[in-house]
């Protein structure tokens, strides 16, 4: 139960990729699987890394015969891919398998301590505070989105998160990444083809070189230049205040 969560799902339909940022063993492949929820009651496939009885992988892959779209040319699936920081590392990586997000209807979470890269990073939840400790089986998070100039956060409380528990295993190493990103690759390309973008798909994920990780550095650098900017003006407007 998400305490001031209500509107979480809202978020992740209309932002559609979700860094859960975190120590390790902080609950946050948990919190993933819990936010999940909703979406498969609701008939979205779930594809994962981790190894998890919700897993709809190897099922998809037998029963989908090639054809990996449904009725309506979309995916219509959650994507949990943990610890995607260690993969991927830089923006066109994510770019190139969630560049339809909406249109084929995918939900990406990325529990992960590694930061992922930038491209990622458009909905953000961070670990707040652990009330397990004094009795109460409850912990809290604050979700943030800082997307093309817009600011937005809250915080929201995960009551009893042992009730997800026994979902996935916590000491099974899990899978590649690649794996689930063919999946990913070839359902674009089925996409692509139904709309008439035809040959224009890769097959495997974006090779990453020296000029990539430069170039995204370089837009790291410049997304904290403008978000110590916008820190500095609301900080000098608080002050305004205060003195008048």
């Given at each position: 139960?998400?305490?001031?969560?209500?509107?979480?799902?809202?978020?992740?339909?209309?932002?559609?990729?979700?860094?859960?940022?975190?120590?390790?063993?902080?609950?946050?492949?948990s919190l993933a699987f819990e936010l999940s929820k909703p979406f498969l009651n609701d008939g979205y496939k779930l594809?994962?890394?981790?190894?998890?009885?919700?897993?709809?992988?190897?099922?998809?892959?037998k029963e989908c015969n090639g054809q990996?779209?449904?009725?309506?040319?979309?995916?219509?699936?959650?994507?949990?891919?943990d610890e995607i920081g260690v993969e991927a590392k830089v923006n066109q990586q994510i770019e190139r398998i969630a560049h339809y997000a909406r249109k084929m209807d995918i939900v990406y979470l990325f529990p992960s301590f590694w930061a992922p890269p930038r491209a990622a990073q458009v909905?953000?939840?961070?670990?707040?505070f652990d009330f397990r400790g004094i009795g109460i089986p409850a912990i809290v998070y604050r979700w943030k989105i800082t997307r093309s100039g817009m600011a937005d956060s809250d915080w929201f409380m995960w009551?009893?998160?042992?009730?997800?528990?026994?979902?996935?295993?916590?000491?099974?190493?899990?899978?590649?990444m690649q794996k689930i990103t063919n999946i990913?690759?070839?359902?674009?390309?089925q996409f692509e083809t139904h709309y008439g973008k035809d040959g224009e798909g890769e097959d495997e994920l974006y090779e990453v070189g020296a000029g990539d990780i430069l170039q995204d550095v370089a837009e790291q650098l410049r997304d904290t230049g403008d978000e110590f900017q916008q820190a500095a003006?609301?900080?000098?407007?608080?002050?305004?205040?205060k003195l008048f």
């Open positions: 139960m998400l305490l001031n969560g209500e509107q979480l799902n809202n978020i992740l339909s209309a932002y559609r990729l979700c860094w859960i940022g975190g120590r390790f063993g902080g609950h946050k492949t594809f994962t890394n981790t190894f998890s009885v919700w897993d709809d992988t190897q099922w998809f892959l990996m779209l449904d009725e309506h040319k979309q995916l219509k699936a959650v994507v949990i891919l909905l953000t939840i961070s670990y707040q009551f009893n998160p042992s009730s997800i528990y026994g979902t996935y295993s916590t000491r099974h190493p899990g899978y590649s990913l690759l070839e359902a674009t390309k003006v609301s900080f000098r407007r608080q002050r305004a205040k």
